[in-house]
């Protein structure tokens, strides 16, 4: 039990190291396009930033390739898909975390340099403005984004390798369903859906919000858990 214990952590810790390398670059791009837009052209970016989209589809793109990037080698090793799930999991739970920290000191850094230089924050809503608190919320809410997208991602990534691409579009449709209903619950932290399925006033705040985010997740989890316990690695 201990030696399987210790294999996912060494794997999930491998895991997350290749991605914080993407992360990294990501954060790199994503700064010099702030800088870029805000000094040169002088575009007021609203809420692109504090939405978090950028980083959301980021996360969805590396839940994708987990199957086919990571799965499809690691298996082929003589990972065992349980170490594998459980690996992928406390590395994607850890880049959550992680690119919400290194997101949200980039967007007070950029707030900060704004003020000193009298220049108006170019989105609506500055984290800055409320203090620790508002850093903790969104700091907090950008880590939920972040799994959250990676688990659906991962979820398609899963849908196209084992029913091909047929079935594989169900899996699109089903994570339209799914960023919808997390829009429903949380607001534009959610807002990259291509279509929003539900009206406005339907939307759920509070405890109950988040108590059906947990479960969303914990069914993302099982659902992924089964495909990946099922799944017939390709020999190529």
Known sequence: MNQTITRSKKLGWGLLSEQL?????????MFIILIGLTFIAGIQLEDFLISNNASAIFMLIVGILYTYGF???YVKFGITRKNFFKAALFASVLLSIVLAFFFVLMVLLL??????????????????????????TSFSTFTI???????????????????LWKIGLLFVAASVV????LELLHG?????????LFPDAWMITG????LITALLFLALITVNYRLVKDVTIRLH
Do not use: C, M, Q
Request: hydrophobic content about 55%; cysteine-free; aromatic content about 22%.
């Open 188 to 196: 534009s932290l959610f807002s990259t859906a291509p279509i929003s």
């Open 145 to 163: 984004t972040h799994f959250a997208y990676f688990l659906i991602g991962w979820l398609i990534g899963l849908g196209f390798y084992r029913f």
């Open 21 to 29: 390398k993407w992360a990294a670059w990501f954060l790199v791009i």
């Open 71 to 73: 799965l499809d080698y």
């Open 178 to 181: 799914l960023v919808s209903l």
């Open 111 to 136: 707030e900060g340099v704004f003020s000193l230089i009298g220049i108006p924050i170019p989105w609506t809503e500055g984290i800055s403005e409320n203090g620790i608190l508002s850093a903790l």
């Open 207 to 210: 405890f109950p919000a988040y």
